[in-house]
């Protein structure tokens, strides 16, 4: 079979930049796999995706000019059905025969190819044909509709084609379509253009309007030495990327690190050219947090920091054009960020003007839920569970300090500044507070109390911070569970999984000694169904949390399975079953512990783990009770003291009397007090052994 490689380029006006890179690598993956099912690609194919600006391309490897033809075996009908009782085609048969191509004609030829195989309990007429392959041709052009088809446009436009009567669907307007196999022009069609080998390079700096593409593997050079245009959305980053580098390293600075800003720029221009630009000095008396924001949001700039990750007025510019003098491009951009920094900075001087306490009336007229009322009402509930908090982390002196930083927490929603940038809430608050003579130690937990506000974040610096924190998400929370309000799928619009996720980190991490039921209660949730559920969400989210952390699903499930109300315990209890797990007794004290579970799980009502020594007849049930008296005060003394390690290690010497006593002893005695008396020696051994963890999960 010849192959050779492809090149499929769609031409279009600019495409949005905040989706170009899935789009780029959503079109060649989806083109990709339909060439691939036709059979029109090697199986080493390799497929490399082109995205920039304003053309979305692909370049496949090892693919065929004709897919091989294919031998197929198609089921008929019943044999009963297809032949008469003197083995001829009925009409059925015909009229099936020549739905698949085969005329009344050559039936009498084809009949006796047909075969007979069991089909169920009859017997069924199959006919094996030969299905010629698709040409690339054709191949291409279904690929080719398939990839557009399956983009994920953020949202389509309809325009009007230049015969000017058609209209088409697309995320932008197309203006040229590039199909080469090897130097061959492959005649498909989509978005009323026609395939050629013709497109357009850089807007203002490639060397012809049309660069005309000789073969598809010299499409990327053509278009960079031709066009002016790094077509590879990788190349262009990592161009950016250098330039950027290079740039910060001839001031002595660095630039911000923001993938996020990096992907947007990138799918912003065609030839990046990197120029140092600055502003003046008095604007950095505005907290950095708002100038960076304003200049990565707005104007899609790279501020430059000291070694210190201290802000400086000078700023870095992707430019798409390379002039002789970059001055006039320079002092545009120069020009252009200068009001925004003004903004900035009448925003922050108007804001100072009224100290956070004084706005806090205001928050009565926010609307927070209209099922849970006012901004101002939240404070007030969010405040109250950050005291009760304080007194259970610090006394008197942390719940009066969590109390002040949860009222004026949400102050900060009112200025000017956060309700030009949103995600400037909290941290906008911490300077406020400062400037108010606010504490630091309150001001920090301002900014503090939204962390950690994703995964990898970093925790409250402070106890106050952390009182507050925990009190905001837990209230949430509380609040939206109790109005209905769950997550469903993928749906969490107000973000209660992130919410969990941050209350569970802070239990956890900071090993604080406080249980759910507590918190629950100082929530003031008092539904038990309600309970229910956010302990269940809690505990599924802690879950998963674990396992992404590398324990295994059995650690996990062995730990979580008891519902541990302390929650800061968790890390040491996973530890202490991993050690027990690495134990020679512990696959034999797990099935054990499986095995008294089932037990006692098919007793009627329950039994008590207690244990009249004058009942015991066996050998092995004295030798049991003895070991349980040995080992049970030693596993518990351990495990009250937080040895989860110890208190787990001290069962191993159990196994030898568990392994006795299941060999020996009848559980299920005639006699009803005997049966009763060994019943309460299994349940005191199961309560011995689940303690720290259900060691049953551990059982395969």
């Known amino acids: 079979m010849t192959t050779n490689?492809?090149?499929?380029?769609?031409?279009?006006?600019?495409?949005?930049?905040?989706?170009?890179?899935?789009?780029?690598?959503?079109?060649?993956?989806?083109?990709?796999?339909?060439?691939?099912?036709?059979?029109?690609?090697?199986?080493?194919?390799?497929?490399?995706?082109?995205?920039?600006?304003?053309?979305?391309?692909?370049?496949?490897?090892?693919?065929?000019?004709?897919?091989?033809?294919?031998?197929?075996?198609?089921?008929?009908?019943?044999?009963?059905?297809?032949?008469?009782?003197?083995?001829?085609?009925?009409?059925a048969l015909l009229k099936k025969l020549a739905a698949l191509g085969v005329d009344a004609a050559a039936a009498a030829a084809v009949l006796p190819t047909l075969k007979r195989q069991p089909d169920g309990k009859a017997e069924a007429l199959f006919l094996d044909s030969l299905v010629?392959?698709?040409?690339?041709?054709?191949?291409?052009?279904?690929?080719?509709?398939?990839?557009?088809?399956?983009?994920?446009?953020?949202?389509?436009?309809s325009y009007q084609l230049a015969d000017g009567w058609n209209s088409v669907n697309f995320v932008r307007p197309a203006h040229k379509l590039v199909a080469l196999h090897g130097a061959d022009v492959v005649p498909v069609s989509v978005l009323g253009l026609t395939a050629g080998r013709e497109t357009q390079g850089h807007r203002f700096e490639a060397k012809n309007l049309l660069v005309s593409i000789t073969n598809a593997d010299s499409y990327a050079q053509q278009l960079e030495s031709e066009g002016a245009v790094i077509a590879g959305f990788a190349a262009r980053r990592a161009e950016i990327e250098k330039q950027?580098?290079?740039?910060?390293?001839?001031?002595?600075?660095?630039?911000?690190?923001?993938?996020?800003?990096?992907?947007?720029?990138?799918?912003?221009?065609?030839?990046?050219?990197?120029?140092?630009?600055?502003?003046?000095?008095?604007?950095?008396?505005?907290?950095?947090?708002?100038?960076?924001?304003?200049?990565?949001?707005n104007q899609k700039y790279f501020p430059l920091l000291d070694a210190a990750g201290k802000l400086t007025h000078k700023f870095l510019v992707v430019s798409n054009i390379k002039p002789t003098d970059p001055s006039a491009v320079i002092g545009g951009n120069e020009r252009v960020v200068r009001p925004r920094l003004a903004d900035a900075k009448f925003f922050f001087d108007q804001d100072r003007k009224k100290s956070l306490m004084d706005r806090i009336p205001g928050l009565a007229k926010v609307v927070y839920h209209n099922k849970l009322g006012t901004q101002g009402e939240r404070v007030e509930r969010v405040a109250a569970l950050a005291r009760a908090i304080g007194h259970q982390l610090g006394g008197e002196a942390l719940a009066n300090a969590a109390d002040r930083a949860a009222v004026l927490a949400k102050a900060d929603l009112l200025t000017d500044m956060v309700g030009e940038?949103?995600?400037?809430?909290?941290?906008?608050?911490?300077?406020?507070?400062?400037?108010?003579?606010?504490?630091?130690?309150?001001?920090?937990?301002?900014?503090?109390?939204?962390?950690?506000r994703f995964a990898g974040d970093e925790l409250p610096r402070g106890n106050v911070g952390v009182c507050v924190a925990l009190a905001d998400k837990l209230q949430t929370l509380a609040d939206m569970f109790g109005i209905g309000q769950l997550p469903t799928g993928d749906k969490d619009p107000f973000a209660l999984r992130r919410h969990a996720l941050g209350m569970l980190r802070m239990l956890i991490e900071r090993e604080l000694p406080l249980d759910l039921p507590g918190l629950f209660a100082a929530a003031r949730l008092t539904d038990a169904k309600v309970i229910g559920q956010l302990s269940?969400?809690?505990?599924?989210?802690?879950?998963?949390?674990?396992?992404?952390?590398?324990?295994?699903?059995l650690e996990v499930d062995a730990v979580i399975s008891l519902r541990p109300q302390r929650l800061g315990d968790i890390p040491k209890r996973l530890a202490a079953v991993r050690a027990f797990a690495a134990l020679p007794e512990a696959a034999s004290l797990a099935a054990a512990n499986k095995r008294v579970g089932n037990i006692l799980k098919k007793v009627e009502g329950t039994v008590a783990a207690k244990v009249d020594a004058g009942?015991?007849?066996?050998?092995?049930?004295?030798?049991?009770?003895?070991?349980?008296?040995?080992?049970?005060?030693?596993?518990?003394?351990?495990?009250?003291?937080?040895?989860?390690?110890?208190?787990?290690?001290?069962?191993?010497?159990l196994k030898a009397p568990v392994d006795a006593f299941f060999d020996d002893v009848m559980v299920n005695a005639e006699d009803a007090a005997l049966r009763a008396n060994r019943l309460g020696l299994l349940a005191t051994l199961h309560q011995a052994m689940n303690r720290v963890a259900d060691l049953s999960r551990l059982s395969a």
Request: with cysteine; charged share 20%.
């Open 421 to 452: 940038f949103p995600e400037l809430q909290g941290i906008m608050g911490r300077y406020y507070a400062l400037h108010d003579g606010e504490p630091a130690e309150i001001a920090d937990a301002i900014e503090d109390h939204y962390k950690p």
């Open 132 to 157: 010629p392959g698709a040409t690339l041709a054709e191949g291409l052009q279904t690929a080719l509709e398939a990839a557009l088809a399956a983009l994920p446009i953020p949202k389509v436009m």
């Open 5 to 91: 490689n492809l090149l499929l380029e769609l031409f279009v006006e600019e495409l949005p930049p905040k989706a170009l890179k899935k789009l780029g690598e959503s079109f060649a993956a989806a083109l990709t796999a339909s060439l691939t099912s036709q059979g029109l690609c090697a199986a080493d194919s390799t497929a490399t995706p082109y995205a920039s600006p304003r053309r979305l391309a692909v370049h496949v490897t090892g693919v065929a000019a004709k897919a091989a033809d294919k031998q197929v075996q198609q089921k008929l009908m019943p044999v009963a059905v297809a032949l008469d009782a003197n083995g001829n085609a009925t009409p």
């Open 244 to 297: 950027l580098k290079a740039a910060a390293a001839k001031e002595g600075l660095q630039p911000i690190d923001d993938d996020a800003l990096l992907d947007e720029v990138t799918a912003l221009v065609e030839r990046p050219n990197v120029l140092t630009c600055g502003f003046e000095q008095e604007f950095l008396d505005v907290p950095q947090e708002c100038l960076i924001l304003t200049m990565k949001a």
């Open 615 to 653: 009942l015991l007849k066996e050998a092995a049930e004295v030798a049991l009770n003895a070991a349980l008296g040995q080992v049970k005060p030693q596993a518990d003394a351990a495990f009250e003291r937080g040895d989860y390690t110890a208190s787990l290690q001290a069962l191993a010497a």
């Open 536 to 553: 269940d969400f809690i505990y599924e989210r802690l879950a998963g949390s674990l396992r992404e952390q590398g324990y295994s699903a």
